[in-house]
């Protein structure tokens, strides 16, 4: 069983950068590939990253390639999304999710968080 508990959210400005963090409970967590996704009013949830379980591999949606930047903390069971040049379209909650051997965005994900708001501005 992983608990995910994301935190960073906020309000910022176009143009500006935030960092998110997903603390995971469990002695497993470095078995799991770590996402990130989006979820924006009156839209689908999408991707927008992931990591596997040793760093090695990422993967990103194109629309935040050269933008956003996944890492991970296995020490620390933590995984961060690192959001620069913020756009309005960036505005969404953001979920993490753990996934067991996840190669692909497709999943599948075993475990998500509650989600937490990041609100971009013009």
């Known amino acids: 069983q992983v608990q995910l508990v994301e935190s960073g959210g906020g309000l910022v400005q176009a143009g500006g950068s935030l960092r998110l963090s997903c603390a995971a409970s469990g002695r497993t967590f470095s078995t799991y590939t770590m996402g990130w996704f989006r979820q924006a009013p009156g839209k689908e949830r999408e991707f927008v990253a992931l990591?596997?379980?040793?760093?090695?591999?990422?993967d990103y949606a194109d629309s935040v390639k050269g933008r956003f930047t996944i890492s991970r903390d296995n020490a620390k069971n933590t995984v961060y999304l690192q959001m620069s040049s913020l756009k309005v379209e960036d505005t969404a909650v953001y979920y993490c999710a753990a996934g067991y051997r996840v190669a692909a965005p497709s999943g599948p994900w075993n475990y998500w968080g509650q989600g937490t708001q990041v609100t971009v501005s013009s």
């Open positions: 990591i596997s379980w040793s760093g090695e591999l990422t």
